[in-house]
């Protein structure tokens, strides 16, 4: 079962992780239209966009470029797309996979009102 994290708590979740653990990755898994439109800023996690269409041709990128336990949390519109791609990474090897509830609606309503809501 994938973890929904809501934004309001994702610098809870960041700051629990393990010493030594890999900075946090957000995986913003929408269109490039949509992340033209809203885009979250860099803030103690490192921000990787792949539209979710992408991240199964990119799987072998990923675990080649990430630790299995690399700690990620998935991202889209609404979290529907990011909780379709937590599960895939899941699946396949990844074991500290997170989804961001509300997805960037959310960020906008609790983490940062300057992100456009769309």
């Not at 885009?39 to 992408?54: A, C, N, Q, W, Y």
């Not at 989804?99 to 456009?116: C, E, F, K, M, Y």
Request: hydrophobic share 40%; with cysteine.
């Amino acid at each position: 079962m994938i973890a929904q994290l809501s934004p309001a708590d994702f610098n809870a979740w960041r700051d629990s992780l393990p010493a030594g653990a890999p900075t946090p990755l957000v995986l913003d898994v929408r269109e490039p239209w949509e992340i033209q439109t809203a885009s979250v800023k860099e803030d103690g996690f490192t921000l990787v966009h792949i539209p979710m269409r992408d991240v199964p041709a990119r799987l072998e990128e990923l675990k080649e470029e990430l630790p299995a336990d690399q700690p990620v949390a998935c991202l889209c519109h609404h979290g529907a797309r990011s909780m379709q791609v937590a599960n895939y990474l899941a699946q396949n090897g990844f074991t500290q996979v997170v989804n961001l509830h509300g997805g960037i609606n959310a960020w906008s309503a609790q983490r940062d009102t300057s992100v456009p809501r769309y």
